[in-house]
Structure formats: C-alpha cells, structure tokens
C-alpha cells in the first residue's frame, strides 16, 4: 500500500465528492490487497466512511454541499426486480460513480466497494451518500457504512433475531461484535460468542454475550448445544468466512434454525455437506450482504440510537489513525489487537 495524490474529478450527473472526515479499516479491505476479492488493481482501498457533501452534479436533488453523510456501498436503484418486488435492500442493480479518479498518470483507480475512502476526498454516487444527525462523531458513524451495520443488520434483518431467541455469533471481530450488539438489541435471550481469541471474546463479553466460546480449546458445535439445552442455538451467525466455522455453524443451530453467513470466502474456498443433513435440519441457509440493511432506513434510525445512549458505537473505535496509518493497522487486525482502527483526517 502507498499513500499517493489522486485525481478526483468534479461529480457529474448523479455523482458526489464527500470530504472524508473518517474511514474504518475493515477486513474487506485486506481482502482486496490480497487479490481476495479480484485482480483490478490498483484499489483505491477505504469503505466505511463518514464526511461532509462538498459538491453535487446535475439532477442530485436530495442532497447538498454541507450535509453530513455516512458512505454507504449499495445505492439502490429502485428499478430492479428486487426493488420492484418491494426488497429494495436485495436491489440487484446497485451503482457507484461513473467518472473514474484516477492517479496523476491517469492509471483509472478500481474504488474499494465502489467508495475508496482512505482519501482526503472521493467520488461516489449521490445515492451512496445517506444524511445523518452531524451530532454523531464521524469515526463512529462511519463504522456503519460497512462493518457495523453488516453484523447488527446480520443478527437483526437476516437472522430476523427476536425475543427470547439463542444466537451464537463465530467470529467476534468487528463484525461479529457487532452482530452481539445488534442480538442484544432486537432481544436475544442467550448469545454465545465463539472465537479463537480470548480479548475478542472479552469484548463480546463486555458488548452483552451471555457466554463465551474458545474454539481453539473446545469444541464450538458441542460448547453450543451445551449452552442452549443441548439443541443448537436459534440463529447462528458465521462471521469469519471459512468453511470450517461454516461447518460449525450449519451443526451449532437447533432444527429448523437460522444459518446466516456473513464473513465473506475467497474464490478457492469450497464446502461439502451432507444433502440429506441439509434436508433433515431444514431452517434456512442465508447470505447477508452488507446486514441486508436499507441505508436511509438504517443509518438515521441507528445513529439516534447511538445518541440515545442506547448503541455503543464508540466500543467498536479501538484507535484512530492517519492515513499512512493502514499497513500497520492490517497487521494490528491480523494479530487480532483491535476490532476497528478508524483513518481520521
Ligand atoms: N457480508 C458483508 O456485507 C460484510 C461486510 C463487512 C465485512 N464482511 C466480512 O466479515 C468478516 C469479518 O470481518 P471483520 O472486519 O470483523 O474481521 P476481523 O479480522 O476483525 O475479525 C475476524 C474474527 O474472526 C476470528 N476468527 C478467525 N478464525 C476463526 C475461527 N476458525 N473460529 C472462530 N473465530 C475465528 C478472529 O479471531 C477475529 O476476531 C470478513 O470476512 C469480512 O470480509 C462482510
Ligand atoms: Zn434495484
Ligand atoms: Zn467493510
């Protein structure tokens, strides 16, 4: 990674250039800088960002220079099948800025989830941009433009989690922590976090887990059903992205249960199960992209929570950063030292 000056033209029809004030460092971008996601280099890398509107292009009408705005990655097109059918937040037609920043050579940058925000100012669609309450800190309101939100909207929107329900949670690094947050807030009974590490486990502890899993000292699927009358928990929630703790998850949750994979794989990675075990458990197997949330349904509605007191959104902050920070932020999330490191400007 290299910090380097960056073209970033003036927003056309439909586009806007936000002033990043804030921008999470998330796995996913160390995805992309190993090639995890694809070859498109070079990344403009950077995805969970908060900032101010600085200019708008023709026909943005909802949207002006001085609003304060979290960066989401799925604007909606509301003209798919998916947002016709009234799913907006599946919409299969999601979109990013047309205009390409490029560097000064005029090398076009392939933007991290269509934002790159590990830059003073970038480029977006204006449906990219979602209003909030400018109360909200950006280092932690940015964190729901991507991690956050993925693991709250994982346990609340896909995992539909309700009163009384068990979750576990695998993986409790940002977004997993999150998806904690997010099972205690719709009214989880039991949640279990699991994870190989135990300062992760004491976060998840600290963020409302009832019960905490080592797996690298016990077995998950078994320490599971252990906690939740030897069932399996309601919704298991897999937020690594492996086919191992897949596995655990597909055989930690009761009959009838729900999987929801959140973590996301890396092209090479397969997974074999029994059919008939696929059958005899029923419930349902489901993907969430980014927590299946609705940004202007979601962001205003939990950054007044955050307000209230209510969403502890500064727990998932572990440090701030500069922006020649990231290298090292990456081998601090590899070594498992923080949930987010936040790039403020
Ligand atoms: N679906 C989405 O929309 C979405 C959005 C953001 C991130 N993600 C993905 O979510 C995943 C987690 O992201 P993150 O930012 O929280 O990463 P992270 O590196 O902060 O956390 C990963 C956690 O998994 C734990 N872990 C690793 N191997 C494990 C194992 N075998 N068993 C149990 N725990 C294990 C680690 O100790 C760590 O705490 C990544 O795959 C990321 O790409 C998905
Ligand atoms: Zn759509
Ligand atoms: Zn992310």
Redesign the pocket.
Known sequence: MEVVPVVVPDPGPGEAVVRVQACGV???DL?YREGGINDEFPFLLGHEAAGVVESVGEGVEDLSPGDYVILNWRAVCGRCRACKRGRPWYCFATHNAKQKMTLEDGTELSPALGIGAFAEKTLVAAGQCTKVDPAASPAAAGLLG??VM??LG?AINTGQVGRGDSVAV???????NAAVVGSRLAGAGTIIA????DR?LATAQRLGATHTVN?REVD?VEAIRGLTGGNGADVVIE????P??YRQAFYARDLAGTVVL???PTPEMKLELPLLDVFGRGGALK?????DCLPERDFPMLIDLYLQGRLDLDAFVSETVPLDGVEEAFAR??R?EV?RSVVVF
């Open positions: 998330c796995h996913t995805h991507c991690g993925a693991g994982a695998i993986g409790c690094g940002g977004v997993g699991v994870d190989v590490d992760k797996s998950a937020a690594v992205g492996r191992e703790t959140v973590g996301v993907s969430s992209w980014y927590g999330m590899q498992g949930l």
